[in-house]
């Protein structure tokens, strides 16, 4: 009986032998792969940790420098920013910021500069948006009222259609375009909520040339459906 066991056992060690010469080597390279893979993933996901907070204490050093109206130290740690973490939201967030600032401060060729660069280089649709918005205010405050329009074409997403709306309107009464405004400020009013203080001003708007606002038809059904 032992002799049968041994013989058994023999032959399974051989058989064990075949497979792996066989298919050894593709285990082997199969487990590099999927062990590399693993420790890459981490390392990524360190890695990005390690990036957002290294971004976090810069932009904190930012936010320090905008309290102070301190714009040279302001602009030196955007540039830092921008070269050593374009990719975090604090970068975004630090050139939305910066080109507050600089509005603020009479120097808008800086904001405009640092709007671009959020509308190029986000992959978040908030602030490209945001950017956009605030590049469109930019120029309307230039008086260069066709390319204020060209930019708010540009923005995208439902959750800025009030605020376009109501810039267009804006811009179309600089021009004197009364009837582009009308259809551009009842839109705007149509997109904000009722009780919003913004929709009481666009009804302002409105009231002065001449138009009684038409609320938004509803067409939520009560619960439980039709009876």
């Given at each position: 009986?032992?002799?049968?066991?041994?013989?058994?056992?023999?032959?399974?060690?051989?058989?064990?032998?075949?497979?792996?010469?066989?298919?050894?080597?593709?285990?082997?390279?199969?487990?590099?792969?999927?062990?590399?893979?693993?420790?890459?993933?981490?390392?990524?996901?360190?890695?990005?940790?390690?990036?957002?907070?290294?971004?976090?204490?810069?932009?904190?050093?930012?936010?320090?420098?905008?309290?102070?109206?301190?714009?040279?130290?302001?602009?030196r740690t955007f540039?830092?920013?921008?070269?050593?973490?374009?990719?975090?939201?604090?970068?975004?967030?630090?050139?939305?910021?910066?080109?507050?600032?600089?509005?603020?401060?009479?120097?808008?060729?800086?904001?405009?500069?640092?709007?671009?660069?959020?509308?190029?280089?986000?992959?978040?649709?908030?602030?490209?948006?945001?950017?956009?918005?605030?590049?469109?205010?930019?120029?309307?405050?230039?008086?260069?009222?066709?390319?204020?329009?060209?930019?708010?074409?540009?923005?995208?997403?439902?959750?800025?259609?009030?605020?376009?709306?109501?810039?267009?309107?804006?811009?179309?009464?600089?021009?004197?375009?009364?009837?582009?405004?009308?259809?551009?400020?009842?839109?705007?009013?149509?997109?904000?909520?009722?009780?919003?203080?913004?929709?009481?001003?666009?009804?302002?708007?409105?009231?002065?040339?001449?138009?009684?606002?038409?609320?938004?038809?509803?067409?939520?059904?009560?619960?439980?459906?039709?009876k």
């Amino acid at each position: 009986m032992a002799n049968q066991l041994d013989l058994e056992e023999q032959e399974q060690l051989d058989q064990l032998k075949h497979f792996w010469s066989q298919y050894g080597n593709l285990i082997t390279w199969l487990l590099i792969v999927v062990l590399g893979s693993v420790a890459a993933w981490n390392g990524y996901h360190y890695w990005q940790r390690k990036q957002a907070a290294q971004a976090a204490a810069l932009f904190d050093e930012m936010g320090k420098s905008i309290s102070a109206g301190d714009m040279a130290m302001a602009q030196r740690t955007f540039s830092d920013m921008k070269e050593r973490y374009p990719g975090t939201a604090y970068a975004q967030q630090a050139a939305l910021a910066l080109a507050k600032l600089a509005s603020d401060t009479g120097q808008a060729d800086t904001a405009k500069a640092a709007l671009q660069w959020v509308a190029e280089k986000s992959s978040d649709e908030g602030y490209v948006g945001i950017a956009q918005l605030r590049m469109a205010n930019l120029q309307f405050a230039a008086k260069d009222y066709e390319q204020a329009l060209r930019t708010l074409d540009t923005v995208k997403g439902d959750a800025f259609a009030a605020l376009v709306a109501d810039r267009r309107g804006d811009i179309y009464m600089q021009q004197g375009q009364r009837e582009q405004a009308k259809t551009a400020y009842g839109l705007a009013y149509q997109k904000l909520e009722e009780r919003s203080q913004y929709r009481r001003l666009v009804q302002v708007k409105l009231n002065a040339l001449g138009v009684e606002p038409q609320e938004p038809a509803k067409t939520d059904k009560p619960v439980g459906g039709d009876k």
